[in-house]
């Protein structure tokens, strides 16, 4: 009957079970061992491994100061270029110096009129000095005398003190700039009459070289710094002399290098946040006053740190993983807590003991226990700019 049923079916289906029934009766339908899957592995081991801090800054000019006029008159000429560089002593503004020139002058002759006054009460005290000796004069004549060229040197000095102000206001009249910096818009056109105190402010200078660039940390990120620095896995400069980097908007790195100068020991009660501020050399005047930028502060190290390739470090149910290489070269599936990113790195802050091989290529073809073959080992090694730690990396 089986015979028969076999010898009426199709062609193909006849085929298809003779395969299958080959396949049930050879003594090699066995499952075979699964092929070793192909990786690559880096070993990690604990280095010294230097970080960056990165923030967002505004620069502000090193000194601003407003050019105030110091005497009445009518603004006779502008000397400078708004928006231009002025250098220290060059004139920027012209007070008519007419009235206050003519002013001196009268000083001027007043002042020698005392003068005059004074040398003659001298003179009549010396010739009357020898006459009382001799009692050729009564003492309250030489008293008069004695009186009248104090007088006269008193008046004297009170005429040097109006002919001094006189000359310093006449002095005002040119206004000079007095640093080197940027000019700033005039306040007052020619010929407009200049009262010092309603509207004496002319321009503003400000300086450029150096250059301030200020910034802010936030609570919260100092006081973790400060935690890790405590258990010794962050390692700040000495005194905390960071070497600073300014990069710019279109992303290009200044070449000068800045230093830290100031750090407010108070935290801003309204943002939350420690006011810091890096100085830059700026004598090509690159940089201007109110450009936003970004400030990167080197010199921090992580000491004994361990990295790991993000295409390392898998995500699962419980949490981030990787696979490391057991001494059987199986893949052993090892929980890890990572920190912040370095790069293309993260940094693991627990679950590796150092010195083990990471799997880092061909990870999602692996699976717990998988035998391996490891066909080339990763350089392990810190990149040549280290990129800035993320202040808040999420875990």
Not at 112 to 120: F, G, I, L, R
Not at 379 to 392: M, Q, Y
């Amino acid at each position: 009957m089986a015979k028969m049923m076999i010898q009426n079916l199709p062609g193909q289906k006849l085929l298809l079970l003779g395969v299958l029934l080959a396949a049930a009766c050879s003594p090699h339908g066995q499952d075979q061992a699964a092929p070793p899957v192909e990786v690559t592995t880096a070993t990690i081991a604990p280095r010294d491994v230097p970080i960056a801090l990165q923030y967002v800054g505004q620069t502000e000019s090193s000194r601003l100061v407003e050019i105030r006029a110091r005497v009445d008159g009518y603004l006779q000429k502008k000397y400078y270029s708004e928006g231009m560089l002025v250098r220290q002593n060059d004139p920027l503004f012209l007070i008519d110096p007419r009235p206050l020139k003519s002013q001196a002058d009268s000083t001027a002759a007043a002042l020698q009129d005392k003068e005059n006054w004074a040398q003659n009460a001298r003179k009549t005290q010396e010739r009357l000095q020898p006459l009382l000796a001799e009692n050729a004069i009564s003492k309250k004549d030489f008293d008069d005398a004695v009186a009248a060229e104090k007088s006269a040197a008193a008046a004297l000095a009170a005429s040097k003190a109006e002919h001094a102000r006189a000359g310093m206001n006449l002095s005002y009249t040119r206004i000079t700039s007095p640093l080197t910096g940027i000019a700033g818009r005039s306040n007052l056109a020619e010929g407009t009459y200049i009262n010092p105190a309603t509207n004496g402010l002319l321009t503003t200078v400000a300086q450029v070289d150096p250059i301030w660039v200020n910034f802010s940390i936030s609570e919260n990120e100092w006081l973790r710094y400060s935690a890790e620095a405590e258990r010794g896995t962050l390692r700040f400069p000495k005194d905390f002399q960071f070497e600073v980097e300014m990069i710019l908007s279109d992303g290009r790195t200044l070449p000068n290098r800045g230093k830290v100068d100031f750090a407010s020991p108070s935290v801003d009660s309204q943002t939350g946040t420690y006011a810091v501020r890096a100085t830059f050399p700026n004598k090509d005047m690159a940089i201007n006053p109110g450009q936003f930028v970004r400030v990167r502060l080197n010199g921090v190290i992580r000491p004994a740190a361990l990295l790991v390739p993000q295409s390392a470090v898998m995500q699962g149910q419980t949490g981030k993983f990787v696979y490391v290489v057991s001494p059987e070269s199986k893949a052993e599936i090892r929980p890890v807590e990572v920190g912040d990113w370095h790069g293309d790195d993260w940094f693991v802050t627990s679950g590796l003991k150092g010195n083990e091989q990471v799997i880092v290529g061909g990870v999602v073809k692996v699976q717990p226990g998988a035998p391996l073959k490891i066909v080339s080992q990763a350089a392990n090694t810190p990149a040549k700019t280290p990129a800035p730690a993320a202040p808040e990396a999420k875990k």
